[in-house]
C-alpha cells in the first residue's frame, strides 16, 4: 500500500501520469501507450503473473519475441523462425540455470505448474527478450527459499549477459543478497523517504523498517 506499485503501473504506461515527466534514454514518453515503451526496451514482470495459461513455456517465449519484432527491438529483416533457430540453444540453457526440468518447454503452463514453477517461466523469458531496462514486481512473493535463490540466479544472469538495467520492487531484501546492488530506495504512503546503497539493504535486514513507517 506505499505506492511501490502505481509507480511501475505509471512507469510503464499502464496508469497514465497527471503530471511530471517519464523520460527513457532522454525520451519524453507523455503521449506513449505501453507497447510504445516496451519498443524502448523496457520490460516488465508482474505481482500476478501475466504469461498465458494456455501456451507452452517456450510459446510464451516466442510470442514475447514476435511482440519485440513486430515493435521494432530487433532488425526489421529479421523474422522469428530464424531468430528461434540461433536462440534455441540460449533458451535450453537458461531453462538448466532455472532448475527447470527440459519436457517443461513444451507443457503448457495450466498443466501441473506451480507458482514458483511460472515465476521461473517469467523470468526465463526476461533472459531471452535481454531488454535494456526491466521492471521487477515482487518477483519473490509467494516464493519459498529455494525458488527464491533459483529465480535470484536468473535474474544475476540476467545481470551479467545481458548488463541492463533493474528496478526491482520488494517486500522482502531476500531476493537482493545474491545481486549486485547500486541504489536503494524506501517508500512509504507513496515518498521516498530514504535512498541509499547496497548497504541500506543491509541495515534494513538488522532493523527492519519501523523506523521509517514511524516517519
Not at 511530471?20 to 534514454?25: E, N, P
Not at 528461434?84 to 503452463?109: G, N, V
Not at 518477483?139 to 545481458?162: M, N, P
Amino acid at each position: 500500500g506505499a505506492g511501490k506499485t502505481t509507480i511501475f503501473n505509471l512507469l510503464t504506461k499502464v496508469y497514465q501520469p497527471t503530471r511530471g515527466t517519464i523520460m527513457v534514454d532522454g525520451i519524453d514518453t507523455h503521449s506513449m501507450n505501453t507497447a510504445q515503451v516496451n519498443k524502448l526496451g523496457v520490460a516488465r514482470t508482474f505481482q500476478n503473473i501475466r504469461l498465458f495459461d494456455n501456451l507452452s513455456v517456450e510459446d510464451n517465449v516466442k510470442l514475447g519475441m514476435h511482440n519485440q519484432i513486430n515493435y521494432g527491438m530487433f532488425s526489421g529483416i529479421m523474422r522469428l523462425p530464424s531468430y528461434w533457430k540461433q536462440e534455441r540453444i540460449a533458451h535450453e540453457r537458461a531453462m538448466e540455470l532455472l532448475d527447470m526440468d527440459p519436457s517443461y518447454a513444451e507443457r503448457d503452463l495450466n498443466v501441473g505448474f506451480s507458482g514458483g514453477e511460472k515465476k521461473k517461466a517469467e523470468i526465463l523469458q526476461l533472459l531471452m527478450l535481454k531488454p535494456a531496462l526491466a521492471i521487477l514486481d515482487e518477483t519473490d512473493s509467494g516464493l519459498d527459499v529455494d525458488a527464491v535463490r533459483t529465480v535470484s540466479a536468473g535474474i544475476r544472469k540476467y545481470q551479467e549477459d545481458c548488463k541492463g538495467s533493474l528496478l526491482i520492487i520488494t517486500h522482502s531484501t531476500k531476493i537482493l543478497e545474491s545481486l549486485h546492488v547500486d541504489a536503494t530506495h524506501v517508500m512509504v504512503e507513496g515518498s521516498i523517504i530514504k535512498n541509499g546503497g547496497a548497504s541500506l539493504v543491509d541495515e534494513i535486514n538488522e532493523s527492519g523498517f519501523a523506523e521509517y513507517e514511524q516517519r
